[in-house]
Structures are given as C-alpha cells and as structure tokens.
C-alpha cells in the first residue's frame, strides 16, 4: 500500500466512524452519569455505553471503553466480576450496593471506582423526578 492509499483509506474510516458516532449521538437519549448519587438515588450500569474485552488467561486485566467519555481502561478480575454481577440487576441505590460487600469499605471503595470511570447512570425508568429535569433541560 502506497503512502497516498494509506492516508485515503484512514481518512476514510475517520469519516466512517464520525458519521457512525453521529447517527449514535443524535439516536440516544440524554444520559446522566453520577458523580456523587444523592440518598437513595436509583443507579444502573451504563451497559449500553461499555464495551469490554475479555482476558484471554487467568488473573489477566479485561479492557473497558466508555463510548461516551471515550476513555478506555483496564477492569480487573474482581472488579469484572462486580459488573457481571450488576448486569443480572436493573437498579440499585449506593446502600443497596454496599450491603452486597461484607466490608462497607470495600463496598464503597468499588462503588467509587465504578462512578470513577462512568460505569453508572441514574435510573430513569420510574423517576419523575428525572423526567420532570429532562423536560426542563431540553426547554
């Protein structure tokens, strides 16, 4: 492949990838990551905005993207076994979580971690509260 090819085939995708992230943009709805979830807020995983690679040998790092930070970084093998396990759930609040741990500080720690890296949102679903701020945001 000549230089000249390379370059067009990489201005290609780059165009590809923009339209594709548009369409994706203009599609969703607006989304609410937590950055400290008030008392008893509902939260959720993100999974609709995650991506994870697998590790492929034991005690290896799986590789999460957040499509809408655009951050990628590594989940451990306990910490990918926290998201696993919030995948089977449909909301919690931040006490509800920490209660799943035997040590509060650990499950606070994990908590934050997850909120760190924008792994959760608030619910949605039944909250008029939120539906009334998205009325409001989008006047």
């Known amino acids: 492949m000549t230089d000249t090819q390379r370059q067009a085939a990489h201005a290609a995708y ?15 709805s607006p989304v609410f990551f937590i950055d400290s979830p008030e008392d008893g807020e509902r939260v959720r995983l993100a999974e609709e905005f995650i991506d994870i690679v697998y590790p492929s040998g034991n005690n290896s790092s799986a590789q999460c993207y957040n499509w809408i930070t655009r951050q990628r970084f590594e989940l451990s093998p306990s910490l990918l076994q926290v998201i696993e396990d919030l995948r089977d759930r449909i909301s919690f609040s931040q006490r509800d979580f920490i209660r799943w741990f035997p040590s509060p500080v650990v499950g606070e720690a994990i908590f934050h ?3 760190k890296h924008h792994l959760l949102v608030i619910d949605l679903s039944n909250d008029q509260r939120a539906l009334t701020h998205l009325q409001c945001s989008q006047c």
């Open 14 to 28: 780059h165009a590809f990838a923009s339209d594709i992230q548009e369409k994706r943009n203009r599609q969703g």
């Open 113 to 115: 971690k997850l909120v």
